[in-house]
Nanobody, 126 residues
């Protein structure tokens, strides 16, 4: 059974940094692409970043390019999302998910991911 658990969320001031982790169990990390999504109150869940299982290629939503980076740690079966220069509009519940594809012509899409974690809250506020 594939399970994903997020950690590392919290409260941070604008301009600060956070490091989110997604620990995967029940399957080796290289079987699936891993994506990070977020959902703010009253908004739809949106793709933030992903890393491909096949070649470790990455993709980012335009609003986070240059501020967020994604990486895999095979020894820990974990995917990390490093977030810098955080803005109040980054406030959301962040979810990680596992799927066959990182992204496509439509970008990083919720429907392409099969397994989901429970989410971790990120709040950017002074």
């Amino acid at each position: 059974q594939v399970q994903l658990v997020e950690s590392g969320g919290g409260l941070v001031q604008p301009g600060g940094s956070l490091r989110l982790s997604c620990t995967v169990s029940g399957v080796a990390l290289y079987y699936y692409s891993i994506g990070w999504f977020r959902q703010a109150p009253g908004k739809e869940r949106e793709g933030v970043s992903c890393i491909s299982s096949s070649d470790a290629s990455t993709d980012y939503q335009d609003s986070v390019k240059g501020r967020f980076s994604i990486a895999r740690d095979f020894a820990k079966n974990t995917v990390v999302l490093q977030m810098k220069s955080l803005k109040p509009e980054d406030t959301a519940i962040y979810y990680c998910a596992a799927g066959l594809y990182c992204s496509g012509p439509r970008g990083i899409v919720v429907a392409d991911y099969e397994y989901w974690g429970q989410g971790t809250q990120v709040t950017v506020s002074s």
